[in-house]
């Protein structure tokens, strides 16, 4: 069977040079201003921003000037430069090593935010946000805000079986690994910088059920009440007070008047300058700030 001319023609290899040289003629046209709109439009797929700012000296230059970026990263293993912790999930990552060269790349940034990967060494379900503001001076203070899951709720309306089973202990070494990944990145970061977002999280098991997340004092209320109240109705109505619970993420097949199915996050809201290393104030954390950190991630 013989091949159409313009078949022949799109496997000319004089053709295709040709046409590339064209398109990046035309490319070079356009005016900065406009190439500039374009990254920003795209200054959330950081793999792409990177690539493009190897084209050329124009493209990288432009890239420079983007200046809020969104990074993934591996958990880095604390007191081992080379060692990170596996993630749980299968995608791509960006290798820790590069972080000082991307600073170079994005080096007008004021915003970035890095997620760091669940992995799967954590023995309890958690998600946190570490908020860090960079003030005159390189001074910094930092917020951190985290849930981890300590129990689970289950109960019908004629169980007369205790409904809340909490965990023993609960691991927070997720946010050591937080803090030692932030100390590691801030010799590179840009000088332009004045916000820094660090999330993590292991929502991996989480399941189906609701969620409630709840402070430390009105967990123990909630204790306490169990403890002295056998009646459905009075832990159903402790929960629905926006008082005692921050945020209650109800399972959408859930019937509330028949049985409660939810797991139990206990909230922690810390405020620290840098200079000193160690709490100083409580944050109230909010039913906003719940959402935004489960948003994150889901």
């Known amino acids: 069977m013989r091949r159409s001319k313009s078949a022949k023609q799109s496997h000319n290899p004089n053709i295709t040079v040709r046409r590339s040289e064209r398109l990046a ?19 959330d797929d950081t793999k792409t921003l990177i ?11 432009l ?15 604390e007191g081992d430069d080379d060692d990170v912790l ?24 004021n915003f970035l935010e890095i997620k760091l990967c669940s992995f799967p060494s954590s023995s309890n379900l958690h998600v ?23 129990g689970v709720l289950s109960s019908t309306r004629r169980s007369r079986n205790i409904p809340l089973k909490l965990n023993g202990k609960f691991d927070t070494s997720f946010a050591e690994t937080m803090m030692f990944f932030l100390k590691k990145m ?12 660090i999330l993590s999280a292991n929502m991996q098991g989480s399941g189906s059920r609701g969620k409630v997340f709840i402070g430390e004092e009105e967990l123990d209320n909630f204790v306490d009440l169990i403890s002295t109240s056998m009646v459905y109705e009075s832990w159903l109505n402790w929960l629905n007070n926006p008082k005692n619970v921050t945020y209650w993420r109800k399972d959408a097949q859930n019937d509330e008047h028949s049985w409660l199915r939810e ?10 300058p840098w200079v000193k290393d160690r709490v100083t104030t409580d944050i109230v954390v909010m039913e906003s700030v719940v959402k935004e950190l489960l948003g994150a991630f889901e």
């Open 263 to 272: 797991n139990v996050w206990i909230l922690y809201g810390l405020g620290f």
């Open 63 to 77: 890239v420079s000037k983007i200046d809020t970026a969104s990074l993934k990263f591996l958990c880095p293993n």
């Open 128 to 150: 946190s946000r570490l908020n860090c503001m960079i003030g005159d001076c390189d001074s910094i203070h930092c917020e951190l805000i985290f849930a981890i899951q300590v």
């Open 86 to 109: 596996l993630c749980s999930q299968s995608h791509h990552h960006i290798p820790q090593v590069a972080f000082p060269a991307l600073m170079k790349v994005f080096a007008n940034l």
């Open 51 to 61: 690539r493009c700012s190897t084209v050329c000296k124009n493209l990288h230059s």
């Open 25 to 43: 003629d035309n490319f070079k046209k356009l005016p900065d201003d406009l190439i500039l709109k374009i990254l920003f439009k795209i200054q």
């Open 186 to 197: 801030v010799p590179h970061w840009p000088k332009t910088l004045k916000k820094v977002v």
